[in-house]
């Protein structure tokens, strides 16, 4: 690929430019053994190995590899053992797989404002709040509330991010999530973890990922005598072994967003009518986040950096007070379950009906960081940047 195509748009995000037949060993194990699921193979599963390296990088006492980051936060949600139409409160701006989640799992998703960083206000929350999912949105860490009982982190944009007393994102509350779709820090096309501290949580999450029971390795399949059902979220081995490739690159990965956003922030253009929003240090920099006067303004930078092959994105696809299945209700149940649970309730919590929130969005703007490229390469994507935004 010519220089000039790696500054500009990328093709690849994050994790899948570090991607590499030959630091397959794990996949080429899997597919010599001629055995992809996880409780059938002879010796311990690639998947078990993963939750065991993910555990040790992480801090996290207990790690279950699942299909996806929206199963993952579905059985945190279902191992609380909440009642049918029980309230789960989420943020206003994240993705709609949070609210699905919420949904498929029998519970009502109530819309909580967010703060300057886009993450959910815990000021906003009423006494005797059970259920709070927060997300840590593009890579920010946000603020987990205190006195809930059941935190769930969705880590899906955060994977290595920390919180300022250097716990990883994702193991200081009931439980964290992590996805591994293909726009994610580290990918294996789709695939998920959830991490959790506390052990009776986690062999309830284990059970129910594969039809209600502990299988036994190599003993597929057996039953516990209390078994209760279950689904089947059980990641294969070859998931398995590809995100344990892209675990080997994790520290590189996370150094190269790093080294990008510092040349940036020494080197991005002074005007009054734009405002780079900040990063903390645990913060994962995947891309530079930007906050104009005006959503004229961020709309002409947008045409501009597109124009330029520079990659770009906004947030308000984000907005769900705004998205359909919230405005909408629907159920595919023709009793309109679980949405029939919760008739004529209030399910927002907003100072001005959002409208601040909006405003923040209408005039954000996301450029993406390359980690993969070099320093130099690096200085020269953040010069082509700052010269088209100092043209709008």
Not at 86 to 114: E, K, M, Q, W, Y
Not at 360 to 385: F, N, Y
């Amino acid at each position: 690929m010519s220089l000039d195509k790696r500054l500009g748009q990328r093709f690849l995000p994050y994790g899948a430019n570090y991607l590499d037949w030959s630091d397959m060993h794990e996949l080429r194990e899997a597919i010599e053994h001629a055995v992809l699921f996880r409780y059938q193979t002879e010796g311990e599963s690639i998947a078990s190995r993963l939750e065991r390296r993910v555990a040790q990088r992480l801090g996290a006492r207990h790690v279950l590899a699942l299909h996806n980051c929206t199963e993952a936060l579905r059985l945190a949600l279902i191992s609380t053992r909440p009642r049918t139409g029980d309230l789960v409160h989420i943020p206003a701006v994240t993705f709609v797989a949070v609210a699905g989640a919420v949904l498929s799992s029998g519970l009502i998703p109530v819309l909580v404002d967010v703060d300057d960083s886009l993450s959910l206000d815990p000021a906003l929350l009423p006494p005797g709040t059970e259920r709070v999912i927060v997300a840590h949105m593009e890579g920010t860490v946000a603020r987990l509330p205190d006195g809930v009982p059941y935190v769930v982190e969705d880590c899906a944009q955060a994977l290595g991010a920390r919180f300022p007393d250097g716990r990883h994102a994702g193991t200081a509350g009931y439980a964290g999530t992590f996805s591994f779709h293909h726009n994610k820090v580290l990918t294996s096309g789709e695939g998920g973890l959830l991490v959790t501290g506390d052990p009776a949580a986690w062999a309830t999450m284990r059970c129910y990922h594969d039809h209600g029971s502990a299988r036994v390795p190599g003993c597929y399949p057996t039953w516990n005598a209390d078994a209760h059902y279950g689904e089947n979220f059980v990641t294969s081995e070859g998931v398995a072994a590809i995100q344990f490739q892209q675990f080997r690159h994790l520290d590189e990965l996370l150094a190269g967003l790093e080294r990008q956003h510092a040349i940036a922030m020494d080197n991005l253009p002074d005007r009054t009518d734009l405002t780079v929003l900040p990063r903390a240090a645990g913060d994962v920099k995947i891309s530079l986040r930007f906050r104009w006067e005006s959503r004229e303004l961020r709309d002409a930078a947008v045409a501009a950096l597109t124009a330029r092959g520079v990659a770009n994105w906004t947030l308000g696809k984000y907005l769900l007070p705004e998205h359909p299945v919230i405005t909408g209700r629907r159920s595919l149940y023709a009793d309109g379950f679980p949405w029939s649970l919760a008739p004529g309730r209030p399910l927002t919590i907003s100072r001005d009906g959002f409208a601040r929130t909006r405003d923040l969005l209408d005039r954000t703007l996301c450029v993406p960081l390359s980690p993969e490229l070099s320093e130099q390469e690096q200085i020269l994507a953040v010069k082509t940047l700052r010269q088209t935004l100092e043209a709008v």
